[in-house]
């Protein structure tokens, strides 16, 4: 079963960029998953365990480095990827 989640970082701190950029970078070295990033949000595709076993690890190691952040997630069934539509 795939899944699609889209997911936002919002890190209390002063220097967010290089902490959400972070978090971004870890996500993508999975390459069973899909990841495109916007300017709101983080969209990952990929098979449902994967994807959500990726999220759980990546948000516990943002907590590990960082003392408070809010994750704001949206999960969906399916791989709703542009480039499953598209092909």
Same mark, same amino acid.
């Given at each position: #079963?795939?899944? =699609?989640? +889209?997911?936002? #970082?919002?890190?209390?701190? /002063?220097?967010?960029?290089?902490?959400?950029?972070?978090?971004?970078?870890?996500?993508? +070295?999975? &390459? @069973?998953? +899909?990841?495109?990033? /916007? =300017?709101?949000? =983080? @969209?990952?595709? $990929?098979?449902?365990?994967?994807? #959500?076993? =990726?999220?759980?690890?990546?948000?516990?190691?943002?907590? +590990? &480095? *960082?003392? *408070?952040?809010?994750?704001?997630? &949206?999960?969906?069934? $399916? /791989?709703?990827?542009?480039? &499953?539509?598209? $092909?």
């Amino acid at each position: #079963m795939d899944a =699609t989640v +889209e997911i936002s #970082m919002y890190p209390l701190n /002063n220097q967010y960029i290089p902490i959400i950029q972070d978090f971004i970078d870890r996500v993508s +070295e999975n &390459k @069973q998953l +899909e990841v495109i990033v /916007n =300017t709101l949000s =983080t @969209q990952i595709f $990929g098979e449902y365990d994967e994807v #959500m076993r =990726t999220v759980q690890t990546e948000i516990k190691k943002s907590y +590990e &480095k *960082q003392n *408070q952040a809010i994750f704001v997630m &949206k999960v969906l069934h $399916g /791989n709703l990827s542009p480039s &499953k539509a598209n $092909g």
